[in-house]
């Protein structure tokens, strides 16, 4: 039995980042849009080839961005907010809404739009804003040009589009009612739809993951008019509903009483029967199944996955896809190039190229993959490196008092350091250079000895406290120079974690991330940051905060073993930063900051698996600080997230300060924290865009803040670290923001 096969998406980057570092080589003028445009070019080609060599049956198109596929999808429909308007280059003003605009000839400036987490994931959207009544019109040169191109090479490729409700549930709208736009919306979809018939075009795939989601009764009632509306097209390519990330449970409905022609269900992530699934599924439907996991590294069990195969092939009138369980845009892109990596864990993987693989080992039901698959699994089951006798008898000793801090805020905030109203700090890192990339890349080949390498580190160090003391700031970091990334740092001082070379997943943009791989027990051997921070404080008589990753993001951000729960995982890389945040307060540092940023982004897509969710990452993080004295003061920091519907476990982390993503809502997310218990900085800078903003408009921002919570609760920061931006823009930006903190605490002081 032989049965089609189909890739939701592919990277984006390249095996290497090409599209990285051409995009940023673009965006600082050193090389022309025709230059960006061919290694884009190029990399799709690389990768439809790719993909038709492996046997795939169905390949994607529109997949590819050079930013983001939801900001695209808004170009596409003509959905480009006012401000950006009078930009007149259809590609710089695409990049504007990304990353902002600034032209100091023309006057030009404009702020970047929102982000916000892909669902579960840490990859970041764009948000678009749309208007009251807001006009779509349909722009779709970037699609038929990519279709084209796979056709110029011989291949058939099939369309990926965001669906309308999808779209509209993740924009902003003035007025909130993003679903009285709907009509409007559909009537551009039905025109691609007939456009794309015309040029033939046989199947779209219409991407819906908010299937997946708890749906409200008006967005059952788009769903509805959605997809009555599209059923009943009679110029149309057929349509592929494609949902990822979770079930569809009680919205399965939505899609079976129409008629559409197909629907991917991700069975990776599924605990739904597959049986019951087949019995309410009819048999004019396609139905796609995603048995190859498009999320992580590990490879697939593929007897388990066939075994699926086959329960969904019984019935000879049944028409089976075999597919990724959602776009493989989250997993790195081909193994091939890890030599260095640790031989036995790498068995136990597959990147994207491997996935392809498995992919068609599956479409065909037999081959040595098979065997390989087996072996692997067996081998990893095994493995007596993946568990630690003494890490499973310390987390099973951990008691409920090592998650409470000796005394409530009020108490500790007493005995805490004293400083201004309003403080102003940074979120932790500093520009990472090219000469620290250099400098570190040279030290990994050899190029400089171990004691070079710490010598220009302690002089990077140094410059950084020197550069904010002459800015001002009243609370210092040591600007982690000697971190290539805040997880992978840590996941390398830490037992059960391996590294790859070439791992890169995009984050967001030309942000890439590399993901360590948890395989094993965590267990902390020796003191992490405990030397540099110590150091940075010995050249400042200012406080220098202790910088850490926490347990929650370690997690979140790593590709993570699947053979225990996470919660336990989670409490292991607690207990390890426990030790580490004790070993700093004795060290005499007496602020430290875990980071928390992907607190949210763990939260389970369905409210009935919150609480348990929500109670072991909590649980976890006051594990991991709870273990100091009152004096002591924790800070965290979370970024692009929406707080109001878990503030209540957000306040239970008991932190004592809180810093969080608010310059691009322009304090809009944080109006949930009006009676927030505790300490508050909200971001009155986006690091995430080359633009500075000035101190007028720093100032209204924190006046905003300022209206929101006590005064002598707010702390004055970016909403992010800093190691991706320059230091001239970061020089300019924080001296802002220190002269607006400067003014709004003169006028606070003055209203006591």
């Not at 599209?230 to 979770?246: C, I, N, S, W």
């Not at 300490?679 to 986006?686: C, E, H, K, L």
């Amino acid at each position: 039995m032989t049965i089609s096969t189909s890739c939701l998406g592919f990277p984006r980057m390249g095996a290497e980042r090409e599209l990285k570092f051409a995009l940023e080589s673009y965006w600082s003028g050193k090389s022309s849009l025709a230059e960006l445009q061919k290694v884009a070019a190029d990399l799709r080609a690389r990768h439809w080839q790719l993909m038709q060599t492996a046997g795939i049956s169905v390949l994607p198109c529109n997949d590819f961005s050079y930013y983001d596929q939801v900001l695209d999808t808004a170009v596409l429909f003509g959905a480009v907010p006012a401000a950006y308007r009078g930009i007149q280059d259809p590609h710089q003003r695409y990049f504007a809404m990304a990353r902002g605009f600034q032209d100091q000839a023309s006057g030009a400036d404009v702020p970047a739009l929102a982000m916000k987490k892909w669902f579960d994931t840490n990859y970041h959207y764009i948000v678009p804003e749309l208007e009251a009544g807001q006009n779509f019109e349909l722009h779709p040169e970037k699609l038929f040009q990519e279709l084209e191109e796979a056709r110029a090479l011989g291949l058939e490729a099939r369309p990926v589009l965001i669906g309308p409700v999808t779209f509209l549930k993740l924009s902003r709208t003035a007025d909130d009612r993003p679903y009285a736009l709907l009509d409007g919306l559909l009537k551009v979809y039905g025109q691609l739809l007939k456009q794309l018939a015309d040029k033939k075009v046989a199947w779209v795939q219409l991407d819906e993951p908010c299937l997946v989601t708890d749906l409200s009764a008006d967005e059952k009632a788009a769903y509805r008019q959605a997809f009555a509306f599209l059923g009943e097209l009679k110029e149309r390519p057929k349509l592929m509903v494609t949902t990822y990330f979770g079930d569809l449970e009680e919205n399965l409905d939505l899609v079976l009483q129409y008629p559409l022609d197909g629907l991917h269900v991700d069975r990776t992530r599924s605990h739904q029967d597959l049986w019951d699934l087949l019995q309410r599924v009819p048999e004019s439907l396609v139905l796609s199944l995603g048995l190859v996991d498009g999320r992580n590294i590990w490879r697939c069990d593929l007897d388990a996955a066939y075994h699926q195969v086959i329960e969904a092939a019984r019935k000879p009138g049944r028409q089976l896809l075999i597919a990724t369980s959602c776009s493989l845009l989250h997993s790195p892109v081909s193994l091939r190039g890890e030599k260095d990596l640790d031989p036995e864990v790498k068995n136990w993987m597959a990147f994207a190229e491997e996935k392809l693989a498995e992919l068609a080992a599956l479409g065909a039901g037999r081959g040595k993959l098979f065997d390989e698959s087996r072996q692997a699994q067996e081998q990893r089951k095994a493995s007596q490196r993946v568990t630690n006798p003494q890490v499973r008898a310390r987390t099973e000793a951990v008691s409920e008092a090592q998650a409470h801090r000796v005394s409530e805020f009020a108490k500790r905030r007493e005995v805490q350091l004293t400083l201004p109203l309003l403080p102003t700090t940074t979120i932790g890192s500093f520009p990472q250079t090219q000469e620290i990339r250099s400098q570190r890349a040279a030290h990994r080949q050899g190029k400089i000895s171990d004691e070079q390498y710490q010598e220009f580190l302690r002089n990077a160090t140094a410059d950084c406290i020197r550069r904010q003391e002459a800015l001002g700031l009243d609370v210092l970091v040591h600007g982690e120079y000697e971190r290539n990334d805040m997880v992978e740092y840590f996941g390398e001082k830490l037992h059960g974690f391996v590294f790859t070379r070439n791992g890169w997943v995009q984050s967001y943009g030309s942000r890439c991330v590399k993901p360590p791989v948890l395989f094993g027990d965590v267990e902390r051997k020796h003191p992490m940051t405990v030397e540099w921070a110590s150091y940075a404080q010995s050249l400042t008589s200012k406080p220098v905060k202790g910088m850490l990753t926490g347990p929650v993001t370690i997690l979140q951000w790593s590709f993570v073993r699947t053979d225990q729960p996470r919660s336990l995982t989670c409490l292991q890389l607690a207990l390890a930063l426990r030790d580490e945040v004790c070993d700093l307060e004795k060290a005499g540092i007496r602020l430290i900051q875990v980071d928390e940023p992907a607190i949210r982004e763990g939260l389970p897509l369905r409210r009935n698996q919150w609480e348990h969710y929500l109670e072991w990452a909590v649980n976890s993080f006051r594990i991991a600080t709870s273990g100091v004295a009152d004096a002591t003061q924790i800070h965290t920091h979370m970024c692009y997230s929406e707080f109001e519907d878990i503030l209540p476990s957000v306040a239970a982390l008991d932190a004592d300060v809180l810093f969080i993503e608010t310059a691009r809502s322009r304090m809009e997310s944080l109006a949930p924290f009006a009676d927030y218990p505790n300490a508050i900085g909200p971001g009155v800078y986006d690091i995430h865009s080359p633009r500075v903003p000035s101190v007028a408009e720093m100032a209204d921002l924190l006046r905003e803040a300022r209206r929101r919570v006590d005064p002598d609760r707010l702390w004055v920061n970016p909403d992010c670290g800093l190691k991706t931006r320059g230091w001239r823009e970061v020089e300019m930006a924080l001296e802002a923001m220190v002269e607006a903190a400067r003014q709004v605490r003169a006028e606070s002081e003055s209203l006591r």
